[in-house]
Nanobody, 124 residues
Framework: QVQLVESGGGVVQAGGSLILSCAAS????????MGWFGQAPGKEREFVAVISGSGGSTYYSDSVKGRFTISRDNAKNTMYLQMNSLNAGDTAMYYC?????????????????WGQGTQVTVSS
């Protein structure tokens, strides 16, 4: 059974940093694009960042570009999201996802596997 498990969320003050992790089990994802999505209360799940299977290509939403960094360690089947200069607008449940058939996609329907989410709350 495929599983993605996020961790690293929490409460942080505005201007602070967090590192989210997404551990994959059940199969290797070295050939799959993996992404992060955020969902604030009452809003749709939105694209944050995506990384190619090799880790050589990345793409970010405009709202996080320059502040967040996505990376992966295929030897550990783990993906990361370094979040810097956090602000109240970043408060959301963050989900990791894996796309087995598509590369560097930004839409939710292209992803085949999802984690359960980890909550990030930024206090002002």
């Amino acid at each position: 059974q495929v599983q993605l498990v996020e961790s690293g969320g929490g409460v942080v003050q505005a201007g602070g940093s967090l590192i989210l992790s997404c551990a994959a089990s059940g199969r290797t994802f070295s050939s799959a694009s993996m992404g992060w999505f955020g969902q604030a209360p009452g809003k749709e799940r939105e694209f944050v960042a995506v990384i190619s299977g090799s880790g050589g290509s990345t793409y970010y939403s405009d709202s996080v570009k320059g502040r967040f960094t996505i990376s992966r360690d295929n030897a550990k089947n783990t993906m990361y999201l370094q979040m810097n200069s956090l602000n109240a607008g970043d408060t959301a449940m963050y989900y990791c996802a894996a796309a087995a058939k598509s590369n560097l996609v930004t839409v939710t329907w292209a992803y085949d596997y999802w984690g359960q989410g980890t909550q990030v709350t930024v206090s002002s």
